[in-house]
């Protein structure tokens, strides 16, 4: 069993930057590959990000290319998402998510395992 808890998120101007964070539990956290995703009011859940277990691959959603930078401290137990350039549509709750293997539909919220809670991401215009 994976547990995490993102932090991070807030309200934050048009052209802001933030960085999330998501602290998992668990010994073997250096073992699963690691995501980010998102969900606005009334629209269905997306795919941000996905990073592999030994952060030697990256995935990004094209609208994010550019803007979003996913890593990981397998150290500290932590994926980070870094976002530059907000702008409003960005606005949403972003969730971390865990898998006990890698999935080449890794864009498809049901290839992740655990989930965090969310953390409020508003971006004003």
């Known amino acids: 069993q994976v547990q995490l808890v993102e932090s991070g998120g807030g309200l934050v101007q048009a052209g802001g930057s933030l960085r999330l964070s998501c602290a998992a539990s668990g010994r073997t956290f250096s073992i699963y590959p690691m995501g980010w995703f998102r969900q606005a009011p009334g629209k269905e859940r997306e795919c941000v990000a996905a990073?592999?277990?030994?952060?030697?691959?990256?995935y990004y959603a094209d609208s994010m290319k550019g803007r979003f930078t996913i890593s990981r401290d397998n150290a500290k137990n932590t994926v980070y998402l870094q976002m530059n350039s907000l702008k409003p549509e960005d606005t949403a709750v972003y969730y971390c998510a865990a898998a006990q293997v890698w999935r080449s539909s890794w864009y498809d919220h049901t290839s992740w395992d655990y989930w965090g809670q969310g953390t409020q991401v508003t971006v004003s215009s």
């Open positions: 990073i592999s277990a030994r952060s030697s691959s990256t």
